[in-house]
């Protein structure tokens, strides 16, 4: 029996932390004060992407605990006086049971569909806690900012979305379940 070395135990604790510490720096650049004016409303919902992107390959990375930490900092950070605490952690939770519930059909897809799968969830997610806001607060409040932040975010999704696909974990197990086993030898006959 080997005594595993220093690096492999580092580079098992940095596949382990990636997800959690890309989603806490999601969080932090959430809140970058954005210097154009007329973009102030326009926060780019970054952590839903880091959602998407980590929970489509290695769900397991991302536990519950750490989508409703990282939920609540969001919604602590961002919401202010009278906005609901916790319901971006719903939705991050949401989001990731959706993903996981339909992962055999998301790996492995072209790009496009991908893109678009994206966009359906997130505009779930925006309404979500546009719906939830509006009846914390009993009045009504704009939609708008809240579409502008979804279109945001997927028109951001091609460029940071392949970014965040190289950055993830790459585990024996993210190749979908049909293409598993499925290589053949040069000379092997069916």
Do not use: H, K
């Amino acid at each position: 029996m080997r005594a595993e070395g220093t690096l492999a135990i580092l580079d098992r604790w940095g596949r382990a932390a990636l997800p959690g510490l890309t989603l806490l720096l999601a969080v932090l650049l959430t809140l970058a004060p954005l210097r154009a004016p007329w973009l102030s409303d326009a926060l780019p919902l970054l952590p839903v992407l880091v959602v998407f992107q980590f929970s489509l390959v290695s769900p397991e990375r991302l536990p519950g605990p750490l989508l409703l930490a990282a939920g609540v900092l969001l919604d602590l950070l961002l919401g202010g006086p009278g906005a609901p605490v916790g319901v971006s952690a719903l939705g991050f939770v949401l989001m990731r049971a959706a993903i996981v519930a339909n992962r055999r059909y998301l790996l492995g897809v072209p790009f496009p569909f991908l893109w678009f799968a994206f966009a359906l969830l997130t505009v779930g997610f925006v309404v979500l806690v546009w719906g939830f806001t509006v009846l914390w607060r009993w009045s009504p409040l704009d939609l708008a900012p809240a579409l502008v932040q979804w279109g945001v975010v997927v028109v951001l999704y091609p460029v940071l979305g392949p970014l965040l696909a190289r950055a993830r974990p790459r585990d024996p197990l993210n190749v979908p379940v049909q293409a598993r086993g499925t290589a053949r030898g040069p000379g092997d006959a069916s």
